[in-house]
């Protein structure tokens, strides 16, 4: 009789985000990014835990290119010119890249902690988007004559994931709700940018990424406040706490007040902040 392969997909969601964290190559992560996210809403995925499937990677992993600076060391990114605009949507890939580990990181690295299955479905949904921001921005480089690795980029953003592997709230707070709400600031002025100078494409790229990125940090602001009821403590200056114990940027205005709200990211959670930490 025929026989039908299985993909190759590991058995439990622990082991696929694993898996994807320690990919090496761009094109696997994004694979196996997919093909996980399929198998976990085809109800085809247990779990799994730490103590079975392993523990996850201290970093992840990358192919040999792109060259990694210090942040203090990176270019301006600009949509001016044509090598301009092949920095700012390689420096978006990078961006892109380093959140699929974050998420799937995310994942699987706090499975020990008891939580309901709508967290992963959450969450799983935010690793398939971000797999598929970070091909649609190779797939604009492509267009321009150009692929992920060509230039420089920095290695700052999984400091934030070692700096708080060891407590979920804490990476909730800075990872979705610091990080990701950023986005939510810096984002609409580049879209306007792009279409400006006649980049329609970028335009659109970027369009699907900030619309993404509102339920991103919804989730992010549901989840830490789901944990701080869970602990009886009120989540903005629980907020407040992990952000000046953790986060080594500053949070500068201007905010992007309305989608930060619409995201659940009230005033009262970052403003207090602004001229503590900026």
Excluded at 22 to 34: D, F, G, N, P
Excluded at 38 to 65: I, T, Y
Excluded at 119 to 148: C, I, N, P
Excluded at 215 to 238: M, S, T, Y
Aim: aromatic share 8%; net charge positive.
């Amino acid at each position: 009789m025929p026989t039908t392969e299985k993909p190759d997909i590991p058995e439990s969601l622990v082991a696929g985000a694993r898996a994807i964290v320690a990919a090496q190559e761009t094109s696997e992560k994004v694979r196996l990014a997919y093909g996980v996210s399929k198998a976990w809403f085809q109800r085809s995925l247990a779990l799994g835990s730490l103590s079975k499937d392993g523990d996850m990677p201290e970093r992840p992993g990358r192919p040999p290119n792109p060259t990694l600076l210090a942040p203090r060391d990176m270019p301006k990114r600009s949509l001016t010119g044509k090598a301009g605009r092949l920095a700012l949507i390689h420096s978006l890939a990078h961006i892109e890249l380093n959140a699929v580990d974050l998420t799937w990181d995310l994942i699987g690295r706090f499975a020990y902690v008891r939580l309901p299955r709508s967290y992963y479905d959450d969450w799983v949904r935010v690793g398939l988007e971000e797999a598929k921001h970070f091909a649609m921005l190779q797939d604009r480089l492509s267009r321009l004559d150009a692929t992920y690795g060509d230039l420089p980029a920095h290695d700052g953003l999984w400091q934030a994931a070692q700096d708080t592997g060891h407590d979920l709230a804490a990476r909730l707070a800075i990872i979705p709700l610091v990080l990701e709400a950023r986005g939510l600031d810096i984002t609409p002025p580049m879209i306007e940018k792009a279409r400006q100078i006649g980049d329609e494409d970028t335009a659109k790229c970027l369009d699907i990424i900030y619309r993404d990125e509102k339920n991103h940090v919804a989730f992010g602001a549901k989840w830490f406040r789901f944990l701080c009821d869970r602990q009886g403590i009120r989540a903005e200056p629980a907020f407040h706490a992990y952000v000046r114990r953790h986060f080594r940027g500053a949070l500068k205005p201007p905010f992007n007040d309305r989608a930060r709200s619409e995201a659940g990211l009230t005033p009262g959670f970052y403003k207090p902040l602004a001229p503590l930490v900026g």
